[in-house]
């Protein structure tokens, strides 16, 4: 898409991983079946990084969304529910979030925590929970769609510069989760008031567990650039660059 040489940009993203809405684990299932072999944790991890030099790290802001299980009987789990125990018996929070946490400016998210940022291994891409324990294997997105054909399939394949793999702190219970960036084009600290008309250029992409990524963009401004991004088994909701 296109971008303005100057103003501020804001970059936003809402990421999720597979856990279910109401007791924050996801179904472990064969690929090919409809049965259930049990509820486990998953984590999420997203890499990033544009052609005007962004990239994800620690330099981002980010809030939790949804987290859990956070009961009693669930928040003890290292890896899946007892089967002894109903997935129902597990409860999530959720939190609220400011409403202009996609906007250019966003003065409630300077609370937010700097996110985590994790190695290839801590994320892994489609690394199978205790794989050995449980004999259970993700489906393989390798070759399931062009973009991975073209581009690689493995972010360890990628050239990432320095961009990291960021998340907030747990990797496990922490299940919904948003981010934020902000910078000025062409240095300085304080550009919110600096262009003219504010211009909006939007990509949204998501993602599900076959590897099927969307895409719709707004080419009504000025500079080009591109997007690489890499996701671990999430899906993701990205909103960039918002500028002003």
């Keep these: 898409f296109e971008a303005p040489d100057s103003g501020l940009y804001s970059f936003a993203f809402k990421a999720k991983d597979f856990a279910n809405d109401s007791t924050g684990l996801e179904p472990r299932q064969s690929p090919g079946s409809t049965e259930v072999q049990g509820w486990c944790l998953g984590d999420g991890g997203i890499i990033m990084a544009l052609s005007d030099g962004t990239v994800t790290s620690s330099s981002w802001k980010c809030a939790v969304l949804m987290e859990g299980p956070d009961n009693t009987e669930c928040s003890s789990i290292t890896e899946c529910l007892d089967q002894s125990l109903s997935p129902s018996v597990c409860t999530v929070t959720y939190n609220d979030i400011p409403s202009c946490w996609n906007a250019t400016e966003c003065a409630e998210a300077d609370s937010w925590s700097a996110p985590t940022e994790y190695t290839q291994s801590d994320i892994g891409w489609g690394r199978p929970p205790d794989a050995e324990g449980y004999g259970y294997v993700y489906p393989d ?5 062009p ?6 399939c493995k972010p360890a394949d990628k050239d990432w510069g320095a961009a990291s793999f960021i998340w907030t702190s747990d990797l496990d219970f922490d299940n919904r989760i948003v981010c934020r960036y902000s910078y000025c084009v062409g240095g300085g600290t304080d550009c919110a008031s600096e262009g003219s008309a504010s211009t909006t250029s939007t990509t949204t992409s998501g993602t599900t567990e076959d590897g099927t990524v969307t895409n719709s963009t707004d080419p009504s401004t000025s500079r080009a650039q591109s997007l690489s991004l890499a996701m671990t088994f999430l899906t993701l909701t990205l909103v960039l660059p918002i500028i002003q």
């Design 147 to 152: 973009i991975y054909e073209s581009e690689g």
């Design 141 to 145: 997105i390798c070759g399931s769609n």
